[in-house]
């Protein structure tokens, strides 16, 4: 192919590809990182031994973020899985759209406790990815429409209901936390013995 014959949609076409393969290469390394434990934490004696009322919130938050590898693994494993979803065309739009939240949550976590030593550079750069996603989200907005549409088509209950039943829905869902706690206290022991 030749760059004088090349068309707008190709350009764009090209542009979104780019964008899918940025993303998926931030994504799997900020997943790796999570994983193998180079993200989060901190290795200075000197921060590790200051009081906490002492410590920056940064060193603070990635300190709290590293305790449990439970959390960095689930994180890690999203992003990567986000990523490699981005690559391939018929899963491009499943992983566009897994990594908003991600995106949303690293972006909220950059500006609450990295600014106070990064300045503004992590916020940014996580908009540049939000973007992006959203970006790739737009170009595929027909299928994303048609998506939509499947999703809120009709989703009222199959039978119709007395007025009345609407207001003890409130107490059957209290209720049926409180059966449901019961159910799985047997899970809450079991993790208590295990975590001991």
């Known amino acids: 192919m030749k760059f004088s014959k090349l068309n707008k949609g190709q350009i764009i076409d090209f542009a979104i590809l780019v964008l899918r393969w940025y993303l998926a290469f931030y994504m799997i390394d900020y997943g790796i990182g999570k994983i193998n434990g180079n993200q989060f934490g901190n290795r200075s004696d000197e921060i590790l031994n200051t009081p906490l009322k002492d410590i920056d919130k940064f060193h603070l938050a990635w300190h709290l973020f590293s305790l449990d590898k439970t959390f960095d693994i689930i994180v890690g494993l999203s992003q990567i899985i986000g990523a490699i979803l981005l690559l391939f065309n018929r899963t491009v739009l ?4 897994m990594l908003i939240p991600i995106l949303g949550q690293i972006f909220l ?13 992590l916020p940014i750069r996580l908009s540049g990815m939000i973007l992006s996603d959203l970006i790739i989200l737009y170009y595929f907005k027909d299928k994303m429409i048609l998506v939509w549409n499947i999703l809120t088509k009709d989703t009222t209950t199959k039978y119709q209901y007395k007025w009345w039943v609407f207001l003890i829905l409130p107490i059957l869902g209290f209720a049926t936390d409180f059966v449901l706690a019961i159910l799985t206290s047997p899970i809450k022991i079991f993790i208590t013995w295990m975590t001991k």
Not at 94 to 97: D, E, N, S, W
Not at 109 to 121: E, R, S, Y
């Open 94 to 97: 499943v992983g566009a759209l």
């Open 109 to 121: 976590i950059d500006v609450a406790f990295t600014t106070n030593i990064f300045g503004a550079a």
